[in-house]
């Protein structure tokens, strides 16, 4: 009867915060929309800069080769090189993305052949220009090689001879079926991209999405501390340890009846997300978020992490004296544990150092959980490690805000 009490108080408590619990709800969805927007199209090369390339006037080797670009949706336009001067202030402008000198021609031979030059602005990003000096290099080789093969013929003397010109024409087309094959293994996809799991199987590629929603779920579940910090206080505030002392109330069952509530508004966090980027997220042009195995996985992960996020919001609740002080302590603690942890920024772009520290973030552990459940589609047999140490943080924590919190009790202290 006691412990049903003391849920129905705090929940009457809550109502009176519906601000700090809505922040619950809203800001890992704003976070969730912004990142995955940010990095829906962070695996695809940007198309829309203007590329110049630049040679001598009529130059077919430069409009075959802008032509073959144009086919890869480049923006793509061709210029003078006695205009050089011009497109090089508009390059300092911020106009074009790039400049591409090709100093060669048709008549150029490939011994002969000088390298492409290319003009940027210092601040180009470093990805893009590796992705397009790929495929500047496969369409410029091609088109070399294409003309470089257009009249490779052998010429026999005597060739008006019967006997010599067939040799003649049965050599020239054997070097043409071989001009022809070398032409075929250009213009094949050197890549074909196979994602397979920890079991060996077939799986779709990764999205931005598969990264942002857990990321961001996980984060607003340990922000489930602010509302609960506000509770704390107002009890402080109202000298409702004073009363709770009095009736004798255990501290181990005041503390599970805080947490019930805040462990069912996590569960509804995690069902929301779910459903967030299952239906939104594609109305928005973004991935869908769709679960992959065994939903009770998901379900036993997002309890576990629920109770290392009531773990430290309780010892924050119990050591904060003021809402002031749990706001700074609990979260710059929460902060640390997301950049360490990889739910900012993804942990296999941090350096190595950085890695290793990521091992000791609980953000960390519950990130690499869901996955691993996701991305390998691991079981829960297989994900055990991570729900272990997950909960020997939540009983780590929890035991010592018990212990603090029934030394309060004890005390009788009047905030």
Known sequence: MMLLVSIFKELRLLSRDLHGVAVLFIMPILFMLIMSAALSKGNELSRSGEIVLLAEKNNTLNQAFAKALSEENLNIRQGDLTDLALFQNGLQQGKFELLVINRNSTETLLEQDQGLELHLNPSVDLIWLSGIKGILQKHYTQQRLNDYFADNTIHLENNHLKQVKKIEHQVNQELEQKFTQIRAYLNNNMWQER?????????????????????????????????????????????????????????????????????????????????????????????????????????????????????????????????????????????????????????????????????????????????????????????????????????????????????????????
């Open 195 to 415: 994602y397979l799991n920890r079991q060996g199987d077939s799986v779709n590629k990764p999205n931005s999405v598969q990264h942002s929603v857990p990321a961001w779920l996980i984060f607003g579940m340990f922000f489930i501390m602010i509302p609960l910090s506000n509770v704390m206080a107002m009890e402080r505030q109202t000298n409702t340890i004073t009363r709770l002392r009095l009736a004798q109330a255990s501290a181990w069952k005041l503390v599970v009846a805080k947490l019930i509530p805040y462990f069912l508004i996590n569960q509804l966090q995690f069902l929301g997300m779910i459903a967030l980027g299952y239906f939104v997220l594609p109305l928005l042009d973004m991935p869908m978020f769709r679960l992959s195995g065994d939903f009770t996985a998901y379900a036993v992960l997002a309890s576990a992490v629920s109770l290392a996020a009531l773990g430290y919001g309780l010892l924050i609740s119990v050591i904060a004296r003021t809402t002031e002080q749990a706001v700074v302590l609990g979260g710059g603690g929460i902060i640390i544990m997301a950049a360490t942890g990889g739910i900012m920024v993804p942990v296999y772009i941090m350096p190595e150092i950085m890695q290793q520290i990521a091992q000791f973030s609980p953000m960390g552990w519950a990130l690499t959980g869901f996955q691993n459940l996701l991305l390998n589609h691991y079981h829960l047999q297989q994900i055990s490690p991570i729900l272990w140490r997950l909960a020997a943080f939540a009983a780590a924590t929890l035991a010592t805000a018990v212990l603090i919190y029934r030394n309060q009790l004890k005390k009788q202290v009047r905030f």
